[in-house]
């Protein structure tokens, strides 16, 4: 009986051993999978183009050169003809440029955009921005497809396969707008248009430096992305502006390069007391008439947490639309920032009267819609 | 004696039943076999670039012919048949349609299986891959890369596509699997176990995503949206190479305890008298289930009800069988996702929806009629 | 089949479900298992049946220790019916009664497992259901298609938890009776547990009475069901009526 015992015991425990040997077999094939993956991952075309050392002149042997937003040198065979854009703050810098008619397909985004979409009325729409078709990529035959660097297209797999080099360029940030516009330049081979369009765009913000250098006060600003509370973070194109600007960003110490816009609270926004306050207005439609903006206007002073401010006491809340924020007019946005912040270096600066005259030279168009409530006086 | 007012001599043989069930299933498997193959003739066919089925068919084959043009006879032969009259036609079809193609039929076969072995292992007919947590926790995994920008092999992988994002889905997708096993060890492999730890583990995964969207900026924002969303934008032969034998080994493998399943589905203490060791089968086959899930999973997004829907319908097609329900709901989960996908590709062009939003609101219309029907659905 | 109990025990936590139970069965013979609500009838089936794991004791099959034996082996030795069964919604009558050969088969079902099936059928008398759904039939009908199955699994000693709980008076002898028969003819052995008893002590050549987990009585069932012992575990004053056709237990009242 007993050594029955002993026996049924013995057969338990290997029993217990096959089972863990199993496990550990199974564990082992997962990690042998997952190496599997990994190599796979490593040892795949990469669609990203080709990278070579930057030289002084940007024309190569190869080809032409150029370094993209993300600090990523790119080369290319010759100028693009064909160009798809999926950006369309990029789409607005080609227009600039006079490189309109290289621009084969948009994306839908960029034709359904209050400030520049009617540019594009007749051109070929490629889908979703963030998943462009491909088959419609691949009939149009570009040599380019221009996409955001923050957020690359989710199917570049399959758009490579078109023999388009995938190009990342945000054309937003006023730290970094003259190189993606240098780098358009080469891009389509329209360097001279390029240079001329950047050195615009670099004088106002050699205006605005000039003018704020001599200033020691730099006031406090809340800035406000679309959703409530979520602010500019540093290093974010508001961020940029209210440095720029000679103002002080009451978050520029929060948030990180992967995440811009960070949710604060409304006893982070009492205690900070900014005296100014900007509040960013979206693409959606309702967003670029004057009430829409009023409306925006109120119901940011009214709320809990906003209300008691310096800058709602001294009325100096204001709208700002995403398209003077952000893109190749952010100096726009800049201007206004500047002037709201310092009203006495900037009195004989009318930013309205400056986008009437981008729009003239170089975009016709985009001084349409409303893009800053109230006026500054 | 008599049960019922027939004579004994009315009574079917036993073996002559057995040969007509067998024969109506194997014509209904014929049957979805030949759907699959024309869905697939027609989703080559279909799309933005209006290309004739005779240019598809050409460029298939001149497709074939460069890639064995080393090969004699064969290379030959299929070099009779000429080139494409658009350049293009061949990078579509081959390049583009084909991938997506195999993508989708491949994600659908393995939500499917997956989906009707874990209902058999654990009988509960609402029991599928997001039930289990496993969804959650892919898109967890997902979410971290996608906001963060660091998957857990992070370092091993320089550049390239969203391959970090693929990895780290799939690790996370068996990480819940690993987690509810542990739990397992520790509470026993009941169904009500392994299904409750499941939908804990689900919520706490969810959790985190919620947590990370909450964290995350406009455009990462966007790019998790449309990872949970569902699609196949991750479509490339890559993609396909990696999937296939992952599929094809553990679908075998999940096949192949057919009868094992069989005897699960009478009950634990009736499986465990038919010789099955009960807890290493469930075991087993979650983790298979869990493995096929999970790696097409990782490329195409969330993409719900399919494991759900597909083994439903089977079942009420072809019994309970899993000899005949695994390799059913493997076509079957194969057919509806590639049609949905070829309607999410073509429907709205160049537009496309994400296939993820098609299958939610065909599996609720599907559940909304089984729901309908009452009792006979065997829902609850 | 000859099985021999000893010591058979089964803790759940500090509650003693089983406590020392050890019986001796010869091939061909019928032992009923009786007692109380929470005896252990059913955990002692479960425990023979090799389902439930004892926490004490061991179960020889034909002089072999059952725990060292492989499942498979187990499966076509016993065939067990449980009390509890609602599963399988989309399988056939003949489906379920398939599911007996499996010990038996790899994978292809040859003629003859279909042949045992269609005799297991006939045994029971369902042949005429084979081709309908488990969900179309009664819990009575459900309760004969399991035995079916386990009849089907030709084991050679039949394990069954109170299989005429589901069923009328008719049907009620009628299995009990076609088991017996198949028992005998087959040199198999029987351990039913029962809560009628009249049927134990009409169908059965052994009777074990269970109280709080223990033998209470065992022995053939005219020795064991008395009034005495009817009167000391379920506490019902009960008489025996002798008539033509045998011995009947007609219980009076609750004892006070």
């Known amino acids: ?313 001294n009325g100096k809340v204001y709208v700002i639309s995403s398209t003077i924020a952000y893109g190749p007019k952010a100096f726009i946005g800049l201007l206004y920032m500047a002037k709201v912040a310092h009203p006495g270096a900037f009195q004989d600066i009318d930013p309205a009267a400056k986008l009437d005259e981008y729009a003239g030279r170089f975009v016709p168009g985009t001084n349409a819609t409303i893009v800053f409530y109230p006026t500054p006086a | 004696m008599q049960e019922t007012g027939e004579s004994r001599a009315e009574w079917k043989e036993v073996n002559e039943l057995y040969r007509q069930r067998y024969l109506k299933r194997l014509a209904l498997l014929g049957t979805i076999s030949a759907l699959l193959v024309l869905a697939v003739l027609y989703s080559a066919s279909v799309g933005t670039a209006p290309l004739s089925i005779g240019d598809v068919f050409l460029a298939v084959m001149h497709n074939i012919a460069v890639k064995t043009a080393g090969i004699p006879l064969i290379g030959q032969l299929f070099a009779l048949f000429g080139e494409p009259q658009s350049g293009t036609a061949e990078v579509i079809v081959v390049n583009m349609r084909l991938p997506r193609i195999m993508l989708a039929m491949l994600t659908g076969v393995c939500l499917a299986v997956s989906g009707a072995v874990m209902q058999g292992v654990l009988r509960n007919p609402l029991v599928s891959p997001f039930t289990l947590g496993l969804a959650s926790a892919a898109s967890f995994g997902a979410a971290i890369t996608i906001v963060l920008g660091t998957g857990i092999l992070g370092l091993f992988i320089a550049g390239g596509s969203n391959y970090d994002i693929i990895i780290n889905a799939f690790v996370f997708g068996l990480l819940s699997m690993m987690l509810i096993y542990g739990i397992s060890r520790v509470r026993g492999t009941s169904q009500a176990t392994l299904i409750l730890a499941g939908v804990v583990l689900g919520y706490i995964f969810q959790a985190g995503v919620i947590i990370l969207k909450y964290w995350s900026n406009n455009d990462k924002l966007k790019d998790l949206e449309m990872w949970l969303m569902g699609g196949m934008w991750g479509a490339s032969w890559n993609a396909v190479l990696i999937l296939l034998p992952i599929a094809i080994v553990c679908i075998v493998l999940l096949a192949l305890k057919a009868w094992d399943l069989n005897a699960l589905s009478a009950g634990d203490e009736i499986a465990r008298n038919l010789g099955i060791r009960v807890e290493r089968l469930r075991l087993y086959c979650l983790l298979l289930a869990t493995i096929a899930a999970s790696s097409c999973l990782a490329f195409t997004g969330v993409v719900g009800f399919i494991g759900l829907m597909a083994p439903h319908i089977c079942r009420m097609l072809i019994g309970n069988d899993h000899r005949y329900l695994i390799p059913c709901s493997a076509l079957m989960g194969g057919l509806i996702l590639l049609l949905s996908d070829t309607f999410a590709r073509t429907v709205f062009s160049p537009l496309e929806i994400p296939v993820g939003i098609i299958m939610y609101i065909i599996g609720g219309i599907f559940f909304l009629y089984l729901i309908l029907r009452g009792k006979e659905s065997h829902i609850y | 089949m000859k099985i021999k109990i000893e010591g058979l025990g089964v803790d759940y936590g500090a509650h003693k479900a089983l406590d020392d139970v050890s019986f001796e069965g010869n091939p061909g013979e019928v032992i009923s298992v009786i007692g109380p609500n929470g005896s252990g009838k059913s955990t002692l089936i479960k425990c023979i049946a090799q389902v439930h794991r004892p926490s004490r004791g061991t179960v020889c099959l034909n002089d072999r220790d059952a725990t060292s034996m492989d499942p498979n082996e187990i499966a076509r030795l016993i065939g067990y019916v449980p009390q509890n069964f609602h599963y399988l919604f989309f399988s056939t009558v003949m489906e379920t009664v398939l599911l007996g050969r499996k010990p038996h088969i790899k994978w292809r079902i040859s003629p003859h497992d279909l042949e045992v099936v269609q005799d297991a059928l006939d045994s029971m008398n369902i042949r005429a259901y084979a081709g309908k759904f488990m969900d179309q039939l009664s819990g009575g009908e459900k309760q004969k298609v399991y035995i079916a199955r386990a009849l089907a699994q030709e084991p050679e000693l039949f394990l069954f938890d109170e299989p005429t709980s589901n069923l009328d008076l008719k049907h009620q002898i009628e299995v009990l009776e076609i088991t017996r028969k198949l028992t005998k003819s087959r040199g198999a052995s029987m351990i039913v547990a029962l809560h009628d008893l009249n049927l134990a002590y009409t169908y059965s050549d052994a009777v074990i009475v269970l109280n709080k987990g223990r033998i209470y009585a065992c022995g053939k069932p005219v020795d064991v069901l008395t009034p005495a012992t009817i009167q000391a575990v379920y506490g019902v004053e009960a008489m025996i009526v002798e008539s033509d056709f045998g011995r009947h237990i007609v219980p009076l009242k609750v004892k006070t």
């Open chain 1, 1 to 313: 009986m007993e050594k029955e015992l002993i026996s049924c015991a013995l057969a338990q425990k290997s029993g217990g051993i096959i089972i863990k040997n199993r496990l550990a077999i199974i564990l082992a094939a997962c990690v042998v999978l997952t190496l599997a993956l990994c190599l796979a991952g490593c040892t795949s075309p990469t669609p990203a183009p080709s990278v070579t050392p930057t030289p002084g002149n940007n024309t190569t042997a190869q080809g032409l050169t150029f370094t993209d937003t993300n600090g990523k040198t790119v080369t290319l065979p010759k100028p693009a003809e064909k160009i798809v854009v999926l950006n369309s703050d990029c789409a607005e810098v080609l227009v600039a440029i006079g490189a309109k008619d290289r621009i084969v397909g948009v994306a839908s985004s960029v034709k359904t955009n209050p400030s520049v979409g009617s540019l594009f009325a007749n051109v070929t729409d490629v889908g979703n921005w963030q998943t462009p078709n491909p088959e419609q990529i691949a009939l149009l035959q570009p040599d380019v497809i221009i996409s955001y660097a923050s957020s690359p297209p989710k199917n570049a797999d399959q758009l490579t396969q078109a023999n388009a080099t995938i190009v990342q360029l945000d054309c937003g940030n006023l730290k970094t707008i003259v190189g993606d516009i240098t780098a358009m330049g080469i891009i389509t081979g329209n360097v001279q248009q390029a240079q001329e369009y950047s050195q615009y765009i670099q004088s106002v913000i050699d205006l605005v430096k000039e003018r704020v250098a001599p200033i020691s006060a730099t006031p406090s600003v809340y800035w406000e992305y679309n959703k409530a509370w979520s602010t500019a973070g540093n290093s974010s194109g508001g961020d940029t502006i209210m440095y720029m600007a000679g103002a002080a960003n009451i978050a520029g110490d929060l948030g990180n390069k992967t995440n811009q816009q960070p949710a604060v609270n409304q006893e982070f926004v009492l205690t900070k007391n900014p005296q100014i306050i900007m509040k960013y207005s979206g693409f959606s439609v309702t967003n670029t008439t004057l009430a829409g903006f009023s409306a925006l206007r109120n119901d940011t002073m009214a709320r809990t947490g906003i209300a008691g401010v310096d800058a709602v006491k």
